[in-house]
Structure formats: C-alpha cells, structure tokens
C-alpha cells in the first residue's frame, strides 16, 4: 500500500528536469503484505525506485519503429491491470488475491 502520485510528476511541475538532482525523489516507504507459499503472512517495507517515463517511451518507439521486445511483458501489464481492477472494486486499503 502506497498514498499519492509517482513523484517525476510533481519534479516537473516544479521545474525539476530529469537528469538533475532530486528529479522524482521519493522518500515514502510503501508496504507490500501478502501470503507466501507456506501459507504465513509476510509484510515487506518497499521503497520506490526512481521513475523514468523517457525511458518507457523510448522503449515503445524501438518496438514499434524496429520491433525491439516490448519493455513490459504483456503478462505484467495484465497482472498490474488485475490488481488495479480488484483494488478499485474493494474497500481501502484490499487485500486482492490473483488467479495463478
């Protein structure tokens, strides 16, 4: 569970440019629960790596210019996609179990 946006949003608007110091800076910690194989429920601190929306569009315009692999698999766009669908549906914060 993690509040608020993805901060390279909110570096730009304050005229913080990718590339420069503090771009995207998060010092927000999220916290990941879940069940392990074992049946046990683990809860992991997770904090976020820095964006980087060029790189992504960068990715896409090699797949789509020379047919480079996509940079996000198929399969984790659609697991990102059920855990957002699921989370939407539930109460906050949800506890979303995926299909294997």
């Known amino acids: 569970m993690k509040y608020g946006i993805d901060q390279q949003e909110t570096s730009l608007k304050a005229n913080i440019m990718p590339g420069e110091p503090g771009f995207a800076a998060d010092e927000s910690v999220g916290v990941l629960e879940y069940v392990n194989d074992d049946g046990v429920t683990v809860k992991e601190e997770v904090k ?15 797949t789509l210019t020379i047919g480079t692999p996509n940079y996000v698999k198929e399969s984790e766009v659609l697991t990102n996609l059920e ?7 539930q109460a906050t914060p949800a506890t979303i179990t995926l299909a294997k």
């Open 48 to 62: 976020p790596e820095t964006g980087d929306y060029g790189r992504v569009y960068d990715a896409l315009y090699q």
């Open 83 to 89: 855990i957002l669908e699921r989370a939407f549906e």
